[in-house]
DNA sequence: CCGTTCAGATACTATCGGTATCTGAGTATG
DNA sequence: CATACTCAGATACCGATAGTATCTGAACGG
């Protein structure tokens, strides 16, 4: 096997293991020491592969958008109509909304942000293009609905985008918030904006 | 002076300083040295007071949802019919949405409570306790709009704390978010649930 | 082969939260 | 009023951790 093959391994393999960690204990309370020696390395391994922990977090959030991304298009394209696609959405939220804390992650790294120009331009460039997105496929949804003309699309991709972020920090906190508020929410807002 | 006044007073202007440092800088960035310091003390005197970052931190919190809760009472009881009540609402959240930055405090603190069961009881109960506070606001506004029972409050006030959080995240990030969005749900869920 | 390169290991530094100990001004008591 | 006590705050220290500097040995090119 090559050195680059060897190399690529090792990230694959430190990215895998941080996200577990991150997701399980949160940015600040997951060392770089704990993260490389749990993936069979030493901390060397982490800074020849990463710039440092911003960017290896970054390598993780990355992987995470990959994986809800997937569970997002999978909830709307499993069905057909608008009411059937939004429950299969909230069937979506409802699993994977505050309960592997990624929203609780995303939003701690989202505090390095004032201290780091890279974490900051990186994080926004992320969220405008899954804002971006969730507006398609609000988009895709209400015009095969009909009422693609009542609904501003940009304006439900922050709102719903939004609401996600909140009900998920909140729930990673109160597992008793109840999750069809998004649900009953978006089913509010693509029925009409004014 | 007594020796209990003087504690007192360090104690606010100890509080005081940190909230304007942990508002610019974040709560991981935001060193107990700097900030006793910065108050005219030194860390023992931050130690003799609180039983350490999180217990500052949540005092901290405090003196900022008393203004905030000061805030979102004054937009309400400035006018009185349901649309100059959203309306003054929305002014105050172009303002204070996301640009002093407290939701981004708010939510980075919060990712401390999976490592202290402390920050994880009592932010759960200040949450408990806004919600309760915004759905009793709900409550009265629809009542004397006439629209009471076409409105769950609770489910509303859900919805309303989740879309200020992820917006004031979102914003305190990226400035170009268009704050209007939180207006205009606002609407759409108080004109009726279902 | 053999010198170069570079992924990853090892050793070290700086910073920060927290603890232990100290000190001197304020307090209670005779 | 004098003396002993208390405790807010200062000082000195410890352990953890992000980041840096240096080293090493195995994979490459020539």
Redesign the interface.
């Known amino acids: 096997m090559s050195r680059a093959d060897r190399q690529a391994q090792t990230r694959e393999r430190l990215i895998e293991v941080a996200r577990e960690m991150f997701l399980a204990?949160?940015?600040?309370?997951t060392s770089l020491d704990k993260v490389a020696v749990r993936a069979g390395f030493s901390k060397g391994a982490v800074y020849s592969n990463f710039s440092g922990k911003e960017e290896l977090c970054m390598a993780v959030l990355d992987s995470i958008h990959e994986t809800q991304i997937q569970g997002v298009v999978a909830a709307f394209t499993l069905d057909t109509d608008l009411d059937g696609r939004i429950e299969a959405f909230a069937a979506w939220a409802r699993e994977g909304l505050g309960r592997p804390?990624w929203t609780?992650?995303e939003?701690?790294f989202?505090?390095?942000?004032?201290?780091s120009p890279y974490v900051?331009t990186e994080?926004?460039k992320r969220?405008?293009e899954i804002r971006a997105a969730i507006a398609q496929l609000v988009r895709q949804v209400t015009t095969e609905a009909g009422i693609a003309d009542t609904v501003d699309a940009d304006?439900a991709a922050?709102?719903l985008?939004?609401?996600?972020?909140?009900?998920g920090?909140?729930r990673?906190?109160?597992h008793t918030?109840?999750v069809?508020?998004f649900a009953?929410?978006m089913?509010?807002?693509l029925r009409g904006?004014?």
Chains 1, 2 share one sequence.
């Not at 989202?110 to 201290?115: D, L, N, S, T, V």
């Open positions: 204990d949160g940015y600040a309370a804390r609780a992650l939003v701690e989202g505090a390095i942000a004032r201290q900051a994080l926004v969220h405008r304006q922050t709102a985008l939004s609401l996600g972020i909140g009900l920090t909140l990673s906190l109160d918030i109840d069809a508020v009953d929410t089913r509010v807002l904006w004014r």
